[in-house]
């Protein structure tokens, strides 16, 4: 068996670790926390919470894979396919998580355990819902003790919610400049004025701002399993009637009902779509630019396939989650990602949170409606555009050109005189045919825009 | 304008001291929203101004 790889981000907890062997990934539960871990399997909250489909399953391996004289157990989680992280989601995602998160703790105290932290990093989206994946978290609860999560539940969870609640900034990038979270300071003098009057916001931001913890001698603060009960339903009804502040009009809400072009071009376009999809074997997708996901929602009714819908705008993959929260589609995963801004590696050495490059990969990669974008608008060469894509796709693409004629790319030019050359159709051709043969090709009637389907070159 | 209240320890990672004050904040709340809910329901034949039965208190 090949030398078991720690995986970097997993060394914070003494009670055990990630690592990877042979390309699975384990969880090596240590000595320190056998106790807590018998509780949790025997204790039958396990079960339930794997029942609810709210903490994800495992199988216990009876080798000590690591040769580690710490070793208790060896646990196999089910597969995840990707990770993402809580600065690549959009507002409700990060709600839904923190909801989770707060229903997990309720439970986990009936059975007389507690979660020993509150990280969004411990939730994962698989099939399009949230789930914990964190088997380690949960500790033997001692009812004269608070919650000593709970700082981290509100840095994490709360006061970026908050943040977005009130004054609109993007739960993403506050996550993104405070990937362990925002401090209740920072917080509250972001937040308006008027919210030193709301009992919530009093309590859980103004109030931590107000009372200094001190050194020096203390009582223990006493506690009880009611007042944290109290608390805890208390942060969930806050939690849960918190919405995201509407951005002012953003420029991709009504991309495809504001559109010059016709509606013949979206009949077009959605018909040649399906056409080059049917019968091709992908089993993962990419849609770049996926806006409101209405070509996410296509790819979608083939159900063997995984979507991952990547757009920059917020509102946008804000819809597409509650449209398949609604509709109880699982195969789609929205994200608030910025392509041209990606999720960088972050953590000790870089090495903890690994970056959107090392990531993502799909079988199709779909970019349609955005190669105008990236040249005429983020100034991109069209040249090192399908360099990019391949190395993103591990099989097709299916992209449309936008030409400089094209009323979306004189709009995106209206203002420049000067853009990125070459820029048309042949050059367009010329450097796609280095890393791609094109298969289908096709232009959208009604437009000059050209759909194409590509396969990669394998080198 | 409030002064900071140096009393307790606060260990820093849970806020301990803020917790235990939100909770006597919310017992006070809890108190006095199960005291109307029950003079309500003195009233009232319904069967939902009645107090709930599975409180966060019972969990």
């Known amino acids: 068996m090949p030398e078991p790889l720690h995986h970097p981000a997993s060394y914070r907890d003494p009670s055990g670790f990630v690592f990877q062997a042979g390309g699975i990934y384990y969880r090596q539960v240590n000595q320190s926390y056998a106790a807590d871990y018998e509780k949790l399997m025997t204790s039958g909250l396990y079960t339930t919470l ?39 989601w959009c507002f409700r995602q990060l709600q839904d998580a923190a909801l989770l998160t707060l229903a997990i703790l309720t439970e986990s105290i009936r059975q007389d355990m507690i979660l020993k932290d509150a990280s969004p990093y411990n939730i994962q989206f698989p099939r399009g819902k949230p789930l914990f994946i964190d088997t380690l978290s949960f500790e033997k609860y001692d009812a004269t003790l608070p919650w000593v999560a709970y700082r981290q539940f509100c840095e994490c969870f709360l006061f970026p919610l908050y943040l977005a609640h009130y004054c609109g900034i993007d739960t993403g990038k506050i996550l ?19 919210t030193r009057f709301n009992p919530g916001a009093l309590m859980h931001v103004h109030l931590q701002n107000i009372v200094r913890p001190t050194t020096g001698a203390g009582k223990t603060p006493v506690f009880s399993r009611q007042k944290l009960m109290h608390l805890i339903q208390n942060l969930k009804s806050i939690t849960a009637r918190l919405k995201p502040r509407p951005a002012p ?48 929602l296509i790819l979608s009714e083939k159900p063997e ?13 804000s819809r597409l989650y509650n449209t398949i929260r609604e509709k109880n589609i699982p195969n789609i995963l929205p994200l ?50 399908p360099q990019y894509l391949a190395a993103l796709s591990t099989g097709w693409l299916i992209i449309e050109f936008v030409p400089l004629e094209d009323e979306k790319a004189q709009e995106l030019i209206r203002n420049k005189h000067r853009w990125h050359l070459p820029y048309d159709i042949s050059s367009f051709e010329q450097y796609f045919e280095e890393y791609f043969s094109i298969g289908k090709k096709s232009k959208i009637p009604g437009t000059e825009r050209i759909l194409y389907l590509m396969k990669k070159r394998n080198s | 304008m409030i002064r900071a209240i140096l009393l307790y320890i606060d260990p820093g990672s849970g806020s301990y001291l803020i917790q235990v004050i939100i909770a006597a904040i ?34």
Not at chain 1, 305 to 317: F, G, K, L, P, W
Not at chain 1, 351 to 364: G, K, T, V, Y
């Open chain 2, 26 to 59: 919310l017992g006070v709340a809890f108190y006095f929203r199960n005291l109307w809910w029950k003079f309500r329901s003195f009233f009232s034949k319904n069967k939902k101004d009645h107090p709930p039965k599975n409180d966060s208190e019972n969990a």
């Open chain 1, 176 to 194: 993104t400049a405070y990937p362990d979270g925002i401090p209740a300071g920072i917080t509250a003098r972001l937040l308006p004025r008027k």
């Open chain 1, 50 to 88: 794997v029942k609810n489909n709210w903490l994800i399953e495992h199988h216990e391996i009876p080798e000590n894979l690591t040769a580690s004289a710490d070793w208790y157990k060896t646990l196999r989680p089910a597969r995840l396919d990707l990770i993402t992280y809580p600065y690549e």
């Open chain 1, 336 to 385: 608030c990602i910025d392509i041209l801004l990606p999720s960088p590696a972050i953590g000790f050495r870089n090495n903890e949170r690994s970056s959107f490059n090392d990531r993502f990969r799909a079988e199709l990669v779909v970019a349609l409606a955005l190669i105008h974008h990236l040249v005429l608008a983020a100034n991109i060469p069209l040249r090192d555009i």
């Open chain 1, 249 to 296: 009009h953003s420029a991709w809400s009504n991309y495809y009902e504001d559109t010059i072009l016709s509606r013949q071009y979206l009949d077009e376009k959605q018909r040649l779509f399906r056409d080059f999809i049917s019968g091709l074997p992908f089993l993962t997708a990419i849609d770049m630019g996926a806006n409101d996901g209405f070509f996410s």
């Open chain 1, 305 to 317: 396939v995984s979507i991952t819908s990547i757009d920059a705008d917020a509102a946008c993959i």
